[in-house]
């Protein structure tokens, strides 16, 4: 039996956009930078290496379909794909489209600044942009 809970901080952080096949995927409620969030929905995971074989598999898969996602929407300088775990132990994987205009450029985002949190409007209608081009 599956008893996946995301994790309460990064419910807390980010906003659903749906659930794939494997992950939850989550819009990081910060509006200085595209960034999104995949959640394998697997109970007590931590480590990539603590899915199964399959499911590492698809999450590979799903790290591809959204930053791909991230690539089109976006057009990116570059992305960043990080599994860090540090501050929220449960398995999540940011995807990060970065810029040379965003205010962490080039360092990581991590301790610069403050998050800059959506009104509804916004992630509303950023939510619809990546939900059309992730559905076509």
């Not at 960034?35 to 591809?64: F, G, H, K, S, Y």
């Not at 991590?110 to 998050?115: D, H, L, P, V």
């Amino acid at each position: 039996m599956n008893s996946f809970t995301l994790d309460p901080a990064l419910s807390r952080d980010t906003i659903e956009i749906m659930k794939l096949e494997l992950c939850y995927l989550g819009l990081m409620n910060d509006k200085r930078y595209p960034w999104l969030i995949l959640v394998p929905m697997r109970a007590e995971m931590v480590e990539l290496i603590d899915l199964q074989p399959e499911d590492q598999q698809q999450l590979l898969t799903e790290i591809n379909q959204v930053s791909h996602l991230l690539q089109s929407v976006f057009s990116p300088h570059k992305l960043n794909i990080a599994t860090l775990g540090n501050m929220v132990r449960q398995l999540h994987i940011h995807i990060i489209a970065r810029d040379q205009t965003d205010p962490a450029w080039p360092g990581p985002i991590w301790g610069i600044g403050s998050a800059q949190p959506y009104n509804k409007d916004e992630a509303d209608s950023i939510i619809a942009r990546l939900t059309t081009r992730l559905m076509s």
